[in-house]
């Protein structure tokens, strides 16, 4: 996957969004229509996230930082203070 990835970063980027977003609006479609028990209710908020952990995700694996301890705290645009 990783290899795949880095040589069609764009085409990992969408089946990374497809993967983490579509599951959760056809069980959302589906529950509209009485086909399946309804999703909870934060769930299809939460769906617009999908898009940025892939967008991280493959960004971490295309310049080969995910591996990396700090990879995490880049995106991270503040620090906790442990008193």
């Known amino acids: 996957m990783t290899s795949a990835a880095r040589r069609y970063p764009v085409l990992a980027g969408f089946v990374m969004m497809f993967v ?7 069980w959302a479609a589906a529950a509209s229509h009485g086909w399946a028990v309804a999703p909870p209710p934060i769930l299809p908020l939460l769906v617009g996230y999908g898009f940025v952990a892939a967008a991280v995700l493959v ?4 310049d080969q930082l995910i591996f990396r301890p700090g990879f995490v705290r880049r995106f991270v645009c503040f620090e906790y203070v442990v008193q």
Do not use: K, R
Request: glycine share 10%; hydrophobic share 55%; aromatic share 10%.
């Open 59 to 62: 960004t971490g694996i295309v």
């Open 20 to 26: 983490l977003t579509w599951p959760v609006d056809l």
